[in-house]
Nanobody, 121 residues
Framework: QVQLVESGGGLVQAGGSLRLSCAAS????????IGWFRQGPGKEREFVAV????????DYADSVKGRFIASRDNAKNTGYLQMNSLKPEDTAVYYC??????????????WGQGTQVTVSS
């Protein structure tokens, strides 16, 4: 079992930055890919980013490519999502998840509770 807790969300003006953290407890954190997903108001959950277990492989949604950076520190059992040049359309609840590498939510076995990110214009 892996328990995930996100933090770092908040209110930021457009153009600003936030860094989300995903702290993991339990077994074998370093064996899992860490995915980031978000769900905006009235929208379905969507893929944002993923980073492989070794921290080398990454993929991003086109909407965040060049602005968001996924990273991880396996020694600290923590994943990160650095979000730069934020836009109002980035407003959503952000979730981290642990599982197999991929963009589909069903690849992931464990999910955090989510953290709210609100970007004001």
């Amino acid at each position: 079992q892996v328990q995930l807790v996100e933090s770092g969300g908040g209110l930021v003006q457009a153009g600003g930055s936030l860094r989300l953290s995903c702290a993991a407890s339990g077994r074998s954190f370093s064996a899992y890919a860490i995915g980031w997903f978000r769900q905006g108001p009235g929208k379905e959950r969507e893929f944002v980013a993923v980073i492989g277990w070794g921290g080398i492989n990454t993929d991003y949604a086109d909407s965040v490519k060049g602005r968001f950076i996924a990273s991880r520190d396996n020694a600290k059992n923590t994943g990160y999502l650095q979000m730069n040049s934020l836009k109002p359309e980035d407003t959503a609840v952000y979730y981290c998840a642990a599982g197999a590498y991929g963009v589909a939510g069903n690849k992931y076995d464990y999910w955090g509770q989510g953290t709210q990110v609100t970007v004001s214009s």
